[in-house]
């Protein structure tokens, strides 16, 4: 137990961390003249809060028993994947009508990494604060729980669907 709350501290610090990163020029491209840069920038945003809030609801579903659910912290995680899909596409069709400067697709790339990473170890620290109690429940619920590659291929699959519709 002790380590699991070392571990759920630990992924805090990372987000905590990597929202230091992202606070410069977030602050700065919020304040910016261009509309597809502040825009980009409340992108970043949203899908940071998002995270936060679907967490919180998950927490307070689970409040009677106190434990989340640990395929609805995988649906968080694909949410969140596609958020990234989101704001990289975003960067790609930016550059492309030259809305943005290079610098500023370089610090929208750097900070759409460090937004992701922010999510993803929030995601993590609820997983060991919340996911289980036991030790026996919490390596089935590891078992089960997709990985990064497993929701890039259903990201994919959501995406083709779409498409032919």
Do not use: C, P
Not at 44 to 71: F, H, K, N, P
Not at 103 to 124: F, P
């Amino acid at each position: 137990m002790l380590q699991w709350l070392r571990d759920a501290s630990r992924e805090i610090v990372e987000a905590v961390k990597d929202t230091k990163h992202l606070q410069k020029n977030l602050l700065r491209y919020l304040a910016s003249d261009n509309e597809a840069i502040r825009s980009a920038y409340n992108e970043i945003r949203i899908s940071i809060a998002s995270t936060i809030r679907e967490i919180e609801m998950l927490r307070q579903d689970g409040e009677e028993d106190g434990v989340i659910d640990a395929l609805a912290l995988d649906a968080v995680k694909l949410m969140i994947d596609e958020s990234q899909e989101r704001i990289n596409r975003l960067l790609t069709e930016l550059i492309g009508r030259r809305e943005i400067t290079a610098e500023m697709g370089s610090s929208l790339l750097n900070d759409g990494t460090y937004a992701y990473n922010v999510s993803i170890n929030l995601v993590r620290a609820a997983e060991k604060l919340f996911a289980s109690e036991d030790l026996r429940r919490a390596r089935v619920v590891h078992n089960v729980m997709l990985d990064k590659e497993e929701r890039k291929a259903a990201v994919e699959s959501l995406d083709t669907d779409e498409a032919q519709k």
